[in-house]
């Protein structure tokens, strides 16, 4: 079953493997601890899963947010970096993923943890990161 969700008359949903991310943008607010992010997708006929997570030059991840099955392809979210004095050079990324748990799930009857399952039902269709600056 299909959740189709018109947003521009003038464009189609499309399936799965085609939804790409359109835009991304990071402008960290004067405060340096809270970013305001701009996630634009292609409009979807089934809601994706999304992943967005901020890392440290260190690599060390500061800040993260899940969206479960999102309802509309535009999205501006403020995340809060998890570090005393935030400075200097991050990197956001941003998965955007499906999900099939009922397919991955064993047919032996097996118990694996959710953490596997969801790992093994996770399909990304696009991923995109960028960097930014904190004064």
């Keep these: ?3 189709i969700f018109f947003t521009e008359s003038s464009e189609v949903p499309v399936p799965p493997a085609e939804l790409r991310i359109r835009a991304l943008d990071a402008t960290p607010r004067p405060d340096g601890v809270r970013i305001d992010v701009h996630l ?5 006929q089934q809601r ?3 992943e967005v997570a901020i890392s440290n030059a260190a690599g060390r991840e500061v800040a993260a947010l ?3 099955e999102a309802i509309d392809p535009k999205m501006d979210f403020t995340m ?6 935030p400075a200097g050079s991050y990197t956001l ?3 955007v993923f499906y999900s099939d748990v009922e397919d991955s799930a064993p047919a032996n009857g097996g118990q694996p943890s959710a953490a596997e399952i ?8 696009d991923q995109r ?7």
């Design 66 to 68: 899940s969206v479960v």
């Design 1 to 3: 079953m299909s959740d």
């Design 80 to 85: 809060h970096v998890r570090e005393a004095k």
């Design 118 to 125: 969801l790992k093994k039902a996770r399909q990304v269709v």
């Design 129 to 135: 990161q960028m960097d930014f600056e904190i004064d």
């Design 93 to 95: 990324a941003v998965h």
């Design 48 to 50: 994706p899963n999304i």
């Design 40 to 44: 634009e997708l292609t409009p979807f």
